[in-house]
């Protein structure tokens, strides 16, 4: 069954602190893997977007990695703000899809505290 | 504002009434999801159209969920004889259908909550 997977749950940090999100994916083959941020009551927003050949994708404070052999990805935040507060979600696309088959993780909500 | 727009933002009904939330995607994007979303899970897919065409539609929760793109543009989604459990977000998003990614952007959700 194809599964996404994150970890933690939940994370407090202080701010200006860095942190790491895990995402843990069993979809195979899978056409793009993405980073979305979604604050409380909101729409998600995208982050990053990286396809199976892309091992590293940049936006700013976030930096997400992806190790295909592993089936492993992490969004790193660097110098966290209190507006890093949010839930982000890994999001994998498996492949031959029309973008119909998103497979979403429950996400991990990060609160940073001043 | 170029974004995906839903309205209302915040539906409060009582159990048994039929609800209906409406949703503009970015104009120049022929390809309109619907999602929904409890708490502390991520979205769950529903349905996903192509233009005017409602291309998947398996993944309803049950008949009591229908959605219509009459003319390509806007969308609908009505829930019939609401239950409780339909308490949650919906989310609409909406895709070029093209490039690398078919990157879907998400609209801010209409807040369900059935008493």
């Known amino acids: 069954k194809n599964q996404v997977e994150q970890s933690p749950q939940s994370l407090i940090i202080l701010e200006g602190k860095n942190c790491t999100l895990q995402?843990?994916?069993?979809?195979?083959?899978?056409?793009?893997l993405r980073w979305y941020k979604q604050d409380t009551g909101r729409g998600p927003v995208s982050l990053t977007i990286?396809?199976?050949?892309?091992n590293t994708k940049s936006n700013g404070r976030y930096t997400a990695t992806l190790d295909a052999d592993t089936k492993q990805s992490s969004l790193h935040i660097t110098a966290s703000q209190l507006s890093d507060s949010a839930s982000y979600i890994c999001v994998v696309t498996p492949l031959n899809q029309a973008g119909t088959a998103l497979i979403f993780g429950k996400g991990t909500t990060l609160s940073v505290s001043s | 504002d170029t974004g995906v727009s839903q309205d209302p933002r915040h539906k409060i009904t009582k159990r048994g009434q039929n609800v209906t939330f409406r949703c503009d995607p970015i104009?120049?994007?022929?390809?309109l999801y619907w999602y929904r979303q409890t708490l502390g899970q991520g979205p769950e897919f529903l349905t996903y159209?192509?233009?005017?065409?409602?291309?998947?539609k398996s993944r309803l929760l049950s008949d009591r969920f229908s959605a219509e793109r009459p003319k390509g543009s806007f969308s609908t989604l009505e829930i019939q004889r609401t239950e409780q459990g339909d308490s949650a977000m919906y989310l609409c998003a909406s895709s070029s259908g093209t490039g690398a990614y078919n990157e879907q952007f998400f609209g801010p959700g209409t807040r369900l909550t059935v008493l």
């Open positions: 159209f192509q233009n005017e065409a409602q291309l998947e």
């Open positions: 990286m396809t199976f050949s892309e």
């Open positions: 104009s120049e994007h022929n390809r």
């Open positions: 995402c843990n994916y069993t979809v195979s083959p899978f056409s793009n």
